[in-house]
């Protein structure tokens, strides 16, 4: 009698190519490879005050601030860099997407839930002063993924349009695993109206949830 067969190893999924993200009408996006970056931030400081030649310090201030912000973010590890410039009123709504590419030392691909267990006790470890960040585990379209919302504090003019004064920052990262490999896509939300932090954090929630991988 001819012994049963011993199921085939099921093969890993290949890497994607890509991802594609949904954003509200009104965000923009910076690419921060060094040879794509001053041309992203000068195509958004020339947006912002297109109909406006009496401010010529202030667009070089805010393209001197820009190029920063993209700078140390390519230094990070980011891969791209939104920023939202929808408008309620004569008011700008201050928030940002920093999209990084975050490769983990481990020799198999690290579980959602032991990366979130770390996270958590990473906050148990923090200062005793320092707001306790909430982290879990969540299924979206594109894998399942740790979420972590903090508050922080910030000193005044943390972003264009930013309240004035010390304020608190509210930020949602979600950790996506990339199929295929042990790296993690990280995407980092933040704004500094602690007052809607609620309804940002829903926003944020749903462009993260619009996430697939493309081949």
Do not use: C
């Amino acid at each position: 009698m001819k012994p049963p067969e011993s199921p085939a190893p099921s093969t890993p999924p290949a890497p994607p190519a890509d991802y594609r993200l949904l954003l509200p009408e009104g965000w923009f996006r910076i690419l921060l490879d060094p040879g794509q970056r001053d041309k992203s931030v000068d195509a958004l400081v020339e947006r912002q005050f297109r109909g406006i030649d009496n401010a010529p310090h202030l667009k070089e201030e805010l393209r001197g601030d820009l190029r920063r912000r993209a700078a140390k973010a390519y230094r990070s590890g980011g891969i791209e860099l939104y920023l939202s410039l929808q408008a309620v009123g004569p008011f700008t709504i201050p928030a940002s997407l920093l999209v990084t590419l975050a490769p983990l030392r481990h020799a198999e691909p690290l579980p959602p839930g032991d990366l979130a267990r770390a996270l958590a006790e990473d906050a148990d470890a923090e200062d005793a002063g320092t707001p306790v960040p909430e982290v879990g585990v969540e299924e979206l379209a594109a894998g399942t993924a740790v979420r972590v919302r903090r508050l922080a504090p910030q000193p005044g003019g943390a972003a264009p349009g930013a309240p004035d004064g010390d304020h608190v920052s509210v930020s949602v990262e979600y950790h996506l695993p990339v199929p295929g490999t042990t790296a993690y896509l990280l995407l980092t939300f933040s704004t500094p109206l602690e007052p809607i932090a609620d309804a940002m954090a829903g926003l944020f929630d749903a462009i993260a949830g619009s996430l697939t991988w493309t081949e």
